[in-house]
Nanobody, 126 residues
C-alpha cells in the first residue's frame, strides 16, 4: 500500500495550490481519507477529511471556507484545493487513509489512520 502526495511548492500569499494523493495497492473506495499537516516545531494537525463515499467532509476551523477536499475513487485520488493561502499554512502536508465499512464516516484523529503518504511541502512566502 502506498499513498503518494504531490502538488506542493512555493506559493505567494493569497495564492492557491491543489494537492493530490494517489493510492496504489489500496482500494480507496473502501477507505476514508484525510489530510494533515505539520509545520516546523509543531505537532501534526488535522486539516480535512472525507468519507469514502465522498459525501461527507470535515475541516479544521482554520481552513473552513478556504480549502476543499474531494476525491475520485476511479483513479484512486484524493485532492485538497487550497485557496487564500497565508504564511501560517506553510507545512508539510500528508494524506492518510483508513479502512471504513461505513460510507459516511471520517476521522480527525491521526491515530485512526492506517496508511500515510510521504508528505509534500507547501511554502507560502513572498
Amino acid at each position: 500500500v502506498q499513498l503518494q502526495a504531490s502538488g506542493g511548492g512555493l506559493v505567494l500569499p493569497g495564492g492557491s495550490v491543489r494537492l493530490s494523493c494517489l493510492g496504489s495497492g489500496i482500494s480507496m473506495r473502501a477507505h476514508a481519507m484525510g489530510w494533515f499537516r505539520q509545520a516546523p516545531g509543531k505537532e501534526r494537525e488535522f486539516v480535512a477529511a472525507i468519507s469514502w463515499s465522498g459525501l461527507i467532509t470535515s475541516y479544521a476551523d482554520f481552513v473552513k471556507g478556504r480549502f476543499v477536499i474531494s476525491r475520485d475513487n476511479a483513479p484512486n485520488q484524493v485532492y485538497l484545493q487550497m485557496n487564500s493561502l497565508t504564511p501560517e499554512d506553510t507545512a508539510v502536508y500528508y494524506c492518510a487513509a483508513y479502512q471504513s465499512r461505513d460510507s459516511g464516516t471520517y476521522s480527525q484523529r491521526p491515530t485512526d489512520y492506517d496508511y500515510w503518504g510521504q508528505g509534500t511541502q507547501v511554502t507560502v512566502s513572498s
